[in-house]
C-alpha cells in the first residue's frame, strides 16, 4: 500500500525500518474507531464548505462500506500498511478513486491517532464498567444471602474477631464501588476532543472543532493543541484504575485460594473453575484465582511502562507515544478477562457455613467481648484487658474456649463475673451487638444493603 507520505523520500526505507516502524499489526485493533471519526471529520468538514455534500457522501458511503466489509470478513486487515490510519485512507482512495483523498484535509496522523485512542478507551471505560457492575450485583446477592453467616475475622492472619461473610464481602463491595466511580471519573476527565489540533498548531482551515466533538459525544474540543496530541493523562489514569481492580481482584482470589485449602475449607470452588494435577489423582487447584492474582503483574507493569515513557517526552508528538498501545491493550484485556472470569468463579462458589461458624468459636475471637462485659460492670478498659488476657492463658493451657470455663473459675480472675457472662461472649451477641454502622451486626448489615440496594439501581 502507498505510503502517506512518500513525495519527500528518494529512497526506499529499510525493511528492518519500516516494520520496526508500524503499528498496523496491533492498531488494526480500533478501526472502527477511526472510520468513526473520518465520518464525523468529513461531515464537518462538509458543514463548513471545505467538502461539497455530493464528496461528503461519497467518502461516508466509502468508509461505510470498508466497515461493514471489515466486519463480515471481506476486507481483510493486512500488514502492508503502516498503520491503520493508511490502511483505510488508502483503501478509500482505491474504493472511490480522488475524492478519496479530500479525506485527510485539515487533520494529521497526530490528531487522528489522539482521537481514536479516546475513543477506543472510551468505549473500553464503558465496557469495564458493566463488567464492574455484573460482579458488584454479584457480591451484593451474595451478601444478603449471608448475614447470618458466622466467621473469624483476621488480622495478621490470625483469628480476630468474629464477623459474618456479609461483613466480610461487603469489604470488597466498597473497593468495587470504588473502582466503578473511578472510571466514571476518568470519563468526565477525558471526554474532549483531540481533533482539529492537527499536527499540533491547529491547521488554517476554519474548522468547526465544537460541531466534531459534538458529533462524536465529547463534551467539547480540547483547548490547547499541542496538549490535543501530546496528551496520555487519561490512559495512565485508565492503567492506574485498571491496576486497582487488579489489587481488589487479586486480594479477594488470595483469600478464596486459604478458604479452599483443606486446612480452612471454608469454601469449596467448583468444578468448572477448578484444575487437576497430572500426577497427584486427588488434587484439584485454584488455578483461576491464582492465574488473576498472577497477572496483577502484568497490568501494573503496563502502568509503570506507560508512566515511563512519558516522562521525558518535550511537547508535542513524539513516535515514543506510539508505545502506549500493545501495552493498553493487553491490560484491557487482561482486566476484561479476569472480572469475567473471578465472577464467574464467585458465582460457582460453595460457602461451607459450619466450618466458618466453628471456626469463629474457636481463637479466642470472644477476647474483646469479655473485655468489654467487665468494662460494663464498672473495671477500667486496661484492667479489663489483661484480666482477659490472663483468663486466656488459662484456657489455652486447658485447652478449651472462654465460655467453656464454669463461673467459679471466671471469678478466680474477678469477682466482677456473673451468671450473664455467657450470654456477653456468646457468638451471636458479639456479632449481633456490633451495630454502628458499618459493624458486621445484622442490623447494621440491612441497612448497608439497602443502601447498595438502591445504589446499583443507580449506576
Ligand atoms: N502510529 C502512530 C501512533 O500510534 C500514529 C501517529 C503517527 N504520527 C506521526 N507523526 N508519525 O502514534
Redesign the pocket.
Known amino acids: 500500500m502507498e505510503k502517506l507520505w512518500g513525495g519527500r523520500f528518494t529512497e526506499e526505507t529499510d525493511t528492518l525500518v519500516y516494520n520496526f516502524n508500524a ?1 498496523i499489526s496491533f ?1 488494526k485493533r480500533f478501526y472502527e474507531q477511526d472510520i468513526r471519526g473520518s465520518i464525523a471529520h468529513v461531515t464537518m468538514l462538509a458543514a463548513v464548505e471545505i467538502l461539497t455534500i455530493e464528496e461528503r457522501d461519497e467518502i461516508i458511503e466509502g468508509l461505510k462500506g470498508i466497515l461493514s466489509d471489515i466486519n463480515s470478513g471481506k476486507l481483510v486487515i493486512d500488514d502492508t500498511a503502516e ?1 491503520i ?1 493508511s490502511f483505510i485512507e488508502g483503501t478509500l482512495t482505491e474504493r472511490i478513486g480522488s475524492v478519496g483523498k479530500k479525506l485527510h484535509t485539515g487533520r494529521s ?2 490528531d487522528q ?1 489522539a482521537l481514536d485512542m479516546k475513543l477506543y478507551i472510551r468505549d473500553e471505560i464503558k465496557n469495564m464498567q458493566a463488567l464492574v457492575k455484573e460482579l458488584l450485583t454479584t457480591i451484593h446477592a451474595l451478601m444478603k444471602e449471608h448475614i447470618q453467616t458466622y466467621m473469624p475475622g483476621f488480622t495478621h492472619l490470625q483469628k480476630a474477631q468474629p464477623l459474618t461473610l456479609a461483613h466480610h464481602l461487603g469489604a470488597y463491595m466498597e473497593m468495587f464501588k470504588r473502582d466503578y466511580s473511578r472510571l466514571c471519573d476518568i470519563h468526565e476527565r477525558m471526554n474532549y476532543c483531540p481533533l482539529g489540533s492537527g499536527a499540533l498548531a491547529g491547521t488554517t482551515y476554519p474548522l468547526d472543532r465544537e460541531l466534531t466533538a459534538k458529533l462524536l459525544d465529547f463534551y467539547g474540543p480540547t483547548l490547547n493543541s499541542m496538549d490535543g496530541v501530546s496528551d496520555r493523562d487519561y490512559l495512565i489514569e485508565f492503567l492506574s484504575a485498571m491496576s486497582l481492580i487488579m489489587m481488589h481482584l487479586s486480594r479477594f482470589s488470595e483469600e478464596i485460594i486459604i478458604w479452599n485449602t483443606n486446612e480452612y475449607q471454608f469454601v469449596e470452588i467448583s468444578d468448572t473453575y477448578s484444575t487437576g494435577s497430572s500426577i497427584m489423582p486427588q488434587k484439584k487447584n485454584p488455578d483461576i484465582a491464582e492465574l488473576i492474582r498472577g497477572k496483577v503483574g502484568r497490568v501494573y507493569g503496563a502502568l509503570n511502562s506507560l508512566l515511563v515513557t512519558m516522562k521525558g517526552l518535550p511537547l508535542a ?1 513524539n ?1 515514543d ?2 508505545e502506549d ?1 500493545e501495552l493498553s491493550f493487553d491490560a484491557v484485556d487482561t482486566t476484561k478477562g479476569c472480572l469475567k472470569l473471578f465472577t464467574g468463579m464467585l458465582k460457582s462458589i460453595k460457602f461451607n457455613k459450619d466450618r466458618m461458624y466453628k471456626s469463629a468459636t474457636g481463637g479466642y475471637t470472644n477476647a474483646t467481648d469479655a473485655a468489654d462485659y467487665l468494662v460494663g460492670k464498672g473495671m477500667p478498659f486496661r484492667d479489663a484487658h489483661r484480666v482477659i488476657g490472663e483468663i486466656t492463658v488459662y484456657c489455652i493451657e486447658k485447652k478449651c474456649a472462654i465460655d467453656d470455663l464454669e463461673l467459679s473459675e471466671f471469678k478466680k480472675f474477678s469477682d466482677m463475673f456473673e451468671e450473664d457472662i455467657y450470654e456477653a461472649i456468646s457468638l451471636d451477641t458479639c456479632v449481633r451487638k456490633r451495630l454502628t454502622i458499618g459493624a458486621p451486626g445484622p442490623e447494621a448489615m440491612k441497612k448497608v444493603i439497602e443502601i447498595n440496594e438502591d445504589y446499583l439501581k443507580k449506576i
Open positions: 503499528s492498531d498503520d490510519h496522523r497526530n491517532v508528538y513516535k507515544m506510539q498501545k
